[in-house]
């Protein structure tokens, strides 16, 4: 989603900018492909990211995928961005970690060892029992 302060280009300059008529961005809004920023008086702003994401768009529409699976494709992309960002940060913070426990005896194993003493134990025997019996 734009922010107010990306968001510049009125519907009928992005539309023009992507080679489309206005009515189909309005249809792309509808179908939940983009949402451009919206003033407070309604109008709808586009960003430099709205006119990227139009640009694919356009580029899977021209070679074959119907809009459902532009949509489809489309959120699978943000999702795998997500989780990219997710991993990145993860893997800082695990460096961090490391860091910081490389200087203490044991270091990081040692460290994996006291985490694991304070799981709960688990009872076994009853995992795998219905319970509706």
Avoid: F
Avoid at 3 to 14: D, G, L, M, N, Q
Avoid at 64 to 81: K, S
Avoid at 86 to 113: C, F, K, T
Wanted: proline fraction near 5%; hydrophobic fraction near 35%.
């Amino acid at each position: 989603m734009s922010t107010r302060e990306e968001a510049v280009y009125i519907i009928s300059v992005a539309a023009e900018l992507a080679g489309v008529h206005p009515q189909t961005l309005r249809i792309y809004e509808r179908k939940g492909l983009i949402q451009p920023y919206r003033t407070p008086g309604g109008t709808r702003r586009y960003s430099p990211a709205d006119l990227e994401r139009l640009r694919i768009i356009q580029e899977l529409t021209g070679a074959g995928v119907n809009l459902e699976g532009v949509r489809r494709i489309l959120a699978l992309e943000d999702e795998n961005r997500r989780l990219r960002s997710q991993v990145d940060r993860l893997r800082r913070l695990l460096e961090d970690a490391e860091r910081r426990m490389s200087g203490r005896p044991g270091g990081v194993i040692e460290m994996g060892r006291r985490i694991k003493r304070h799981l709960p134990a688990i009872r076994r025997d009853n995992l795998w029992k219905d319970p509706r019996s």
